[in-house]
């Protein structure tokens, strides 16, 4: 069995959608991932046990998506010294900008990979927690590189 490098998080199961393009990002690159609902409000403790145990589980880098008072990205960041990429996932009442903010506003000393809101930041995040394995992974480096290349292409085609 494949090891999971990247733990894909997030606050609610209604998140997926958003951050199934995560998911998907990495699958195409062959990123080996597990995801799974954890929330810093909802389930503290699952919250401590899971950020503390991140490491030594494995997991080389975590993606974090939570929508409205998205604390999970930073909380966790706090308890691990693995990078962590934040999704602000896009919220009914105010279209996610209120997950941006909760989630960029880290104070110094804590650091939070923050991506654009919904589901090209969370297609992002993907793409960062591929680009961070892959400065020590070369088989890893040469697949995004054919990634980039193949996306080039498409938009050339599509410009034409
Ligand atoms: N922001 C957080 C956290 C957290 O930060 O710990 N836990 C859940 N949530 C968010 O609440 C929103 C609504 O959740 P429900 O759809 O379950 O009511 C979700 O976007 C989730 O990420």
């Given at each position: 069995m494949t090891m999971a490098l990247v733990e894909i998080v997030m606050?609610?199961?209604?998140?997926w959608p958003t951050m199934q393009k995560a998911a998907e990002i990495l699958d195409e690159l062959q990123v080996p991932y597990e995801a799974k609902v954890v929330s810093a409000h909802r389930t503290p403790d699952r919250l401590v046990s899971f950020a503390k145990g991140a490491a030594d589980a494995g997991r080389k880098v975590i993606i974090a998506g939570a929508g409205g008072a998205a604390h999970l990205p930073g909380m966790i960041a706090s308890m691990t010294h693995l990078p962590v990429v934040a999704v602000p996932v896009k919220s009914k009442a105010l279209n996610g900008l209120d997950s941006l903010l909760s989630i960029v506003?880290?104070?110094?000393?804590v650091a939070v990979a923050t991506q654009a809101i919904g589901e090209a930041g969370a297609a992002n995040a993907g793409l960062m927690a591929a680009q961070i394995l892959a400065t020590s992974d070369d088989e890893l480096a040469k697949r995004l590189i054919a990634w980039r290349t193949r996306q080039t292409e498409q938009v050339a085609v599509e410009v034409e």
């Open positions: 606050g609610s199961r209604s998140d506003q880290m104070p110094k000393g």
